[in-house]
């Protein structure tokens, strides 16, 4: 006898993660406390569709996330999209979740920002065949679409942490300490990273 409140739910949160940042675990926990996951796994893409290029390469992104996600046991880093290599459609991804989990309910997380453009993402139907869409709203302003799928709001208070803000921040030799976690901090600062 199966109930679906005894099914594990699955998180998959996917970006550049370049790099990962507080605002990313922020965003998690509460998507976990939410909607009551059980697990969320980070997967940072090799190439984007934008075409825009991550300045850290996948291995230095990837490490930097097992860095960050070390005494967060339900946090895990999937490397699925790094492996794979080429352009990181979201559709792609969750197709080989949903083969490896069948019949384990999946939630994406993506932000209201991309919430904005969903409509253009490869194959956005499917991709709301196959998952929950947990929308994170970190602004103030409230939206609303009309798309068929299983759509999640999430407000959340303000988080004023971007991976861009950091980036230019470290070139301009500004303090980031408190954007990042002490070890991914610390191997920016090895690796000289964003310099």
Known sequence: MSSTANLQKIGILGGTFDPP????????????????????YFVPCYQSPTGK??????????EMLQRMLQGHPTFKADNRELTRQGISYTIDTLKSYRAEYPDTPLYLIIGSDNFETFETWRAY??????????????RTKNFERHLKGKILHLPI???DISATDIRQKIKNNLDVENSLAKSVYHYIQRNHLYL
């Open 21 to 40: 940042h507080l605002g990313h675990l922020r965003i998690a926990q509460a998507a976990m406390d939410r909607f009551n996951l059980q697990s969320i």
């Open 53 to 62: 290029q991550p300045i850290a390469s996948p291995a230095q992104r990837f």
């Open 125 to 138: 139907e499917k991709i709301l065949e196959e998952v929950n869409l947990i929308v994170v709203n970190r």
């Open 157 to 159: 208070p303000f988080i």
